[in-house]
């Protein structure tokens, strides 16, 4: 069965600085990844996804991810952080032939607060 | 494009009483999905349907959950006799198979409280 898991639950960086959002996922194949981001009362908005290619890939809002196949790990990136990025962060592997056209699996989350 | 819609955003319900909730997929998406999302916890499956068909349900989805999809377009969730542990935010999300666009859109969902 996949996992994914989200060693922080809490994360606080002053804004300006540099954000690194951990993911190990656990699945038999190549996974599909996602990372979602959830404000307060919205639904979750897609930052970005991998199925292939290149391992680093580009999001929205500045985002960006790298795929790493060796440390099972997906983790998120952003090299400046801005006030309005302060949100639930949510990472998830998708299964399947049609990899996120399948259900997802979703880590806990990392909440991200920003200091102004 | 409107995006995913959900009906109604919040309901406070007693124990014991059924409850209905809508989603609106994006138009002509096929494949529409329900998630859980509780306390300090990410979504979790429950269960997808393409176009009509039900393909697929999770555990967690009991006997007293029904969820349909009748003419390939909205969706209805169900949960008769509302326990408390049922209190949890309800995601719905849609996509397009077929098409090399396996990205699910998450509505804003329908937040159930029971009492």
């Known amino acids: 069965a996949q996992s994914v898991t989200q060693p922080d639950i809490h994360i606080t960086v002053s804004e300006g600085a540099s954000l690194e959002l951990r993911c190990n996922y656990s699945?038999?194949?190549?996974?599909?990844l996602f990372w979602y981001v959830q404000s307060p009362g919205q639904g979750l908005q897609l930052l970005l996804k991998?199925?292939?290619?290149?391992?680093l890939v580009q999001g929205i809002k500045g985002f960006e991810a790298e795929f790493k196949r060796s440390q099972s790990s997906f983790n998120l990136r952003k090299p400046s952080v801005h006030w309005s990025d302060a949100a639930e962060y949510f990472c998830?592997?998708?299964?399947?032939?049609?990899?996120?056209?399948?259900?997802?699996?979703f880590g806990t989350g990392t909440q991200l607060k920003v200091e102004l | 494009d409107t995006g995913v819609s959900q009906d109604p955003r919040h309901k406070i319900t007693k124990r014991g009483q059924n409850v209905t909730f809508r989603c609106d997929p994006i138009s002509e998406h096929n494949r529409l999905y329900w998630y859980r999302q509780t306390l300090g916890q990410g979504p979790e499956f429950l269960t997808y349907f393409q176009n009509e068909a039900q393909l697929e349900k999770s555990r967690l989805l009991s006997d007293r959950f029904s969820a349909e999809r009748p003419k390939g377009s909205f969706s209805t969730l169900e949960i008769q006799r509302t326990e408390q542990g049922d209190s949890a935010m309800y995601l719905c999300?849609?996509?397009?198979?077929?098409?090399?666009?396996?990205?699910?859109?998450f509505g804003p969902g329908t937040r159930l409280t029971v009492t």
């Open positions: 999300a849609s996509s397009l198979i077929g098409q090399g666009d396996y990205e699910q859109y």
């Open positions: 991998y199925f292939s290619g290149d391992t």
């Open positions: 699945y038999g194949a190549t996974p599909y």
């Open positions: 998830a592997v998708g299964a399947g032939i049609t990899g996120g056209g399948n259900k997802l699996t």
